[in-house]
């Protein structure tokens, strides 16, 4: 059973950075593409960022590239987001997602996505 927490997340003012931080148990860390994806108040989740197992690809969401970088460490099964320049939009809950890969590929959709950490709240204050 595979088991996601994210932490890291709290309140900052804008332009302030975080890095959040996600947790696998459960399986081989290494098998999985990792993700992160957010979901304000009022709208649906949307994706942030993702890395290929090897954590030699990387994917963002084109309104981030450059804010945001996703980067994983395997021998701690954990997978990060370092956010910088924080805008009050980018409030919302950040998500971890797994994705169970055989052939990598662009995964950004909520559904192609195996197993979800229970979020953790950014909220960036003007």
């Known amino acids: 059973q595979v088991q996601l927490v994210e932490t890291g997340g709290r309140v900052v003012q804008t332009g302030a950075s975080l890095n959040l931080s996600c947790v696998m148990s459960?399986?081989?860390?290494?098998?999985?593409?990792m993700a992160w994806f957010r979901q304000a108040p009022g709208q649906e989740r949307e994706f942030v960022a993702a890395i290929s197992r090897s954590g030699s690809a990387t994917d963002y969401a084109e309104s981030l590239t450059g804010r945001f970088t996703i980067s994983r460490d395997d021998a701690k099964n954990t997978v990060y987001l370092q956010m910088n320049s924080l805008k009050p939009e980018d409030t919302a809950v950040y998500y971890c997602?797994?994705?169970?890969?055989?052939?990598?590929?662009?995964?950004?959709?909520?559904?192609?996505?195996?197993?979800w950490g229970q979020g953790t709240q950014v909220t960036v204050s003007s």
């Open positions: 997602a797994a994705r169970l890969v055989i052939m990598e590929n662009q995964y950004r959709q909520v559904a192609d996505y195996d197993y």
């Open positions: 459960g399986r081989a860390f290494n098998s999985f593409r």
